[in-house]
């Protein structure tokens, strides 16, 4: 149905501010949580633990394995894509890693295997998908189990766990709290974390690649009427989403120093929270870095607010749980105001 | 009928420091229909909205027979015996014809739908409608959208609606099923029901409608009776100013053949067809919907599998991929502008730029300003109206968008123009402008084959017209060699004779 027009209700949608708009409420909503926290936590009487350096340092390091995932599952949500298997590629990425360190390869050969994987599991979901015409959620869903299948059969459905020796020292610090020289203020992780998101954000934003993406999530129809090489695009959006969860799985087994096939299992679900809470429509054609990692950022300072307020782990699941349908409604009724 | 079953007085809303509407009255009679015509954004979606409930007016009264008429709500509304038949139908697919014709308003007893009740009240509308082949128990899914309109309009009788108002009813309609519902209009006008029949096709208002209000501007324009009004003078109250020429000429004359095709066929449609186009020449094709003429041009775009045949582009043949027709110089302008033509939630700069982003890329990075710029030029060219090349594409109008579309292909540079209803839903004056655009674009050299299912726009701007039946291209004649009425028997013709 054809509408009135409305020129003058819509003075905030500058060009200039179109970045500010979609990672906007987002960041409003981490800076809440952490002033709520931050208060609480002074009013309490062994309070003022939250609002220190240390605090941070912890909640970035502890994001930092969602957070790199979420870069990749960022890419397929706004190319109107989801994949559940990120979970359980990001244990098999481990095992894989684990598995080469423990029978005595160097370190780069681990690392090189274990990214190597989660790129062949991208490309595997990117193309069954191309390939078949199953919407992502059904062969997402399939590959998930396939994938711990594998981590079980690679690990005899045990743990991998290589000797203290096989590990290299770089990977101990990769993601460690306790940071080696204070100017870095961050583990080399979080660093390498920062400057992966850079890298996709300007992709998305400034190369062709990156508009046929958004091209491809908004309208596959007009996509495909564009000349865009839409199952091309595709399986490249799932393969580089895999180096993702690649890189996720090198940071848990850094954490963990064993590869454990079930440790990625439900995993994807707060790989996509992140996503979602940071402004990513499951439609396809909306989202952005700045508010995957705000959303990623939020989860865990909820859960570490939770921690230094000594409440116990089901307030935090519950407190997240609001936020995400709270995010996804506040975003449509944005949504709904500006459209005509 | 004298007396006016529905009364507008007056009735004004301001959204914002916009006035939507200001001081409109108009009245509807029993017995008859009343077309109310306007340009997008001249304030129709407003008056269909207070009339349905869903806004309420800051000022002025109404009334529906004889009564005050407030309603508080679409179903307020609707107790009150006014209906809505909307351009897209609300209808839920997987229930039959009659629960949807009862959808809300179920004969019960003790909680229990009276089904048998209910199938009578639903057959006694049909009747009424002259529909008695539509099965009852059919899901609506399986409808032609012409006979999913029919259960609307059924659902509409059922409530015992005193008014039912037509919201642009013909615009995904052939001409055929169009004839068929205007035979329904008219039962329902003969029943005494006052209509209000909201378009901006006029041949069609002319048909079916007693009188007319044209709204422009949030303000009543003019009204009155229909008979004696001139086409011409209905337009200049809708837009304001003296339109001379609808269809604006501009010459051009047919050069090199550009594009043959060899026995073309799809998989199902279309069936056999050649011709040949040339560079300055606009082709038209006309026939009814589900002719094979959307299937004609995707084959051609490479968008459709190709069973059989060729298509060759300035003497080669390119290759299957839309991609490659690109290149080759085709371009297609998409009949469905939301589902297909165009990203709705991307932007004007994007929407214009997916098919050749090339110019602005290094090594796959693009230079936003520069493509800024282009794209900026490109709107100002073709008039589109936006607040900014970043802005999305879904917040502007149907005739912005289409010139959006329309700009796209131009952007990439595309030697042959495949439009599919171009003009469809779009206003007046866009139209105008789209018809200056394509001959501008043929005298230019440009090659356009023009799909419509409105012949009095093809006659008027193409330089042959081919009709299609069936999948097969019947017949190209030069347009001064057709009329609508023999496009018309040749686009039935085949219907009968096979």
Not at chain 1, 96 to 103: D, K, P, Q, S
Not at chain 1, 307 to 317: A, V
Not at chain 2, 195 to 220: K, N, P, Q
Not at chain 2, 294 to 300: D, G, N, S
Request: charged share 15%; aromatic share 6%.
């Amino acid at each position: 149905m054809t509408s009135f027009d409305t020129p003058a209700a819509l003075p905030l949608a500058q060009r200039g501010t179109q970045l500010l708009r979609t990672a906007l409420g987002p960041f409003v909503a981490l800076v809440l949580v952490v002033g709520v926290f931050a208060v609480a936590d002074n009013l309490q009487e062994d309070g003022g633990h939250f609002a220190t350096l240390k605090n941070a340092q912890n909640v970035f390091v502890h994001s930092a394995t969602v957070a790199v995932a979420a870069l990749g599952m960022t890419m397929i949500i706004i190319s109107g894509g989801i994949d559940l298997s990120a979970g359980t590629t990001m244990a098999l990425c481990a095992i894989v890693l684990a598995w080469f360190l423990r029978e005595g390869y160097p370190p780069s050969v681990a690392v090189t295997a274990g990214l190597g994987t989660g790129c062949l599991a991208g490309f595997v979901n990117g193309t069954l998908i191309s390939l078949l015409r199953v919407v992502p959620f059904i062969v997402t869903l399939g590959t998930m189990t396939i994938y711990l299948g594998l981590g079980k059969m690679i690990s005899h459905s045990t743990m991998v766990r290589p000797l203290p020796a096989q590990i290299p020292a770089w990977m101990h610090e990769l993601l460690s709290p306790r940071v080696q020289q204070e100017w870095m203020v961050f583990p080399p992780g979080v660093w390498l974390l920062l400057a992966l998101a850079v890298t996709v954000s300007a992709m998305l934003r400034y190369t062709v690649f990156g508009r046929h993406v958004f091209a491809i999530g908004s309208n596959e129809s007009t996509a495909r009427l564009c000349g865009i090489h839409v199952p091309f695009t595709r399986i490249a959006v799932y393969t580089i989403a895999g180096f993702f969860v690649g890189v996720a799985g090198l940071y848990q087994f850094a954490r963990l120093t064993i590869g454990d096939p079930t440790s990625g299992t439900g995993k994807e679900l707060p790989v996509i929270a992140a996503v979602v809470i940071g402004g990513g429509s499951l439609s396809g054609g909306r989202g952005s870095i700045v508010g995957t990692l705000t959303g990623a950022l939020i989860m865990q300072v909820i859960s570490s607010g939770c921690t230094s307020l000594k409440q116990p782990n089901h307030i935090q699941e519950i407190i997240v749980g609001v936020i995400i349908v709270a995010a996804v409604t506040i975003d449509q009724i944005r949504q709904r105001r500006l459209a005509p | 009928m004298e007396t006016a079953l529905l009364r507008m007085s007056d009735v004004s809303k301001s959204f914002g420091a916009t006035h939507a509407l200001s001081c409109v009255s108009l009245e509807a009679r029993g017995g008859e229909v009343l077309a109310l015509i306007g340009e997008n954004g001249a304030g129709k979606s407003t008056l269909m909205k207070i009339l349905s409930g869903a806004i309420a007016p800051d000022s002025g009264q109404m009334e529906l027979a004889g009564a005050r008429y407030a309603p508080k709500g679409p179903h307020d509304a609707r107790m009150a015996g006014v209906a809505m038949i909307y351009q897209e139908l609300n209808l839920a697919p997987d229930l039959s014809v009659a629960e949807n014709v009862m959808l809300g308003q179920e004969l019960r007893r003790f909680g229990l739908v009276r089904r048998s009740a209910g199938h009578t009240r639903v057959r006694q509308a049909l009747e009424l409608l002259g529909r008695t082949d539509l099965s009852l128990d059919l899901p609506v899914r399986q409808l032609s959208v012409a006979d999913q309109q029919v259960v609307e309009i059924a659902r509409a009788l059922v409530i015992e609606a005193k008014l039912i108002v037509f919201d642009e009813p013909t615009s995904s309609l052939t001409q055929h099923d169009v004839d068929n519902l205007f035979r329904v209009i008219g039962k329902l006008k003969a029943s005494g029901l006052a209509i209000i029949y909201i378009s901006h096709f006029l041949e069609e208002i002319r048909r079916i409608a007693d009188r007319y209000t044209v709204l422009r501007d949030g303000s009543v324009a003019g009204s009155g009776m229909l008979a004696g009004a001139s086409e011409g003078d209905i337009v200049a109250l809708m837009v304001g100013r003296k339109v001379d020429d609808l269809f604006p000429s501009v010459p051009h004359t047919p050069g090199k053949v550009v594009l043959s095709l060899q026995s073309l066929a799809g998989r199902t449609t279309p069936k056999d067809v050649s011709f040949e186009l040339r560079r300055g020449e606009i082709l038209g094709i006309a026939g009814l919907v589900g002719a094979g003429r959307t299937e004609l041009l995707r084959c051609v775009f490479a968008l459709d599998p190709v069973r059989n045949g060729t298509v060759r582009v300035m003497g080669i043949t390119p290759g299957g991929t839309p991609r490659a027709r690109i290149l080759a110089g085709l371009g297609l302008v998409s009949e469905d502008r939301k589902g297909e033509g165009l990203a709705q939630r991307e932007s004007i700069a994007d929407n214009i730029t997916y098919s050749r982003l090339a110019p602005y890329s290094t090594l796959g990075w693009l230079n936003l300003r520069q493509r800024r710029a282009v794209v900026g030029d490109w709107m100002r060219s073709l008039n589109v109206k936006a607040r900014s090349v970043e802005q999305n594409v879904e917040q502007l109008s149907g005739g912005n968008q289409q010139k959006v579309a329309l700009a796209r292909v131009l952007h990439q540079d595309a030697e042959v123009l495949l439009l599919d209803e171009p003009t469809r839903g779009i206003d007046v004056g866009t139209k105008s402008e789209i018809y200056r655009l394509m001959a501008v674009l043929a005298a230019e050299g440009k090659a356009i084959i023009f799909v419509s299912s409105y012949f009095t726009e093809l006659l008027s701007v193409c330089d042959r017209v081919g009709v299609m039946a069936r999948g097969r291209l019947r017949e190209i004649r030069p347009a001064g060699a057709w009329s609508s009425a023999s496009i018309l028997t040749s686009a039935l013709g085949v219907e009968t004779s096979t």
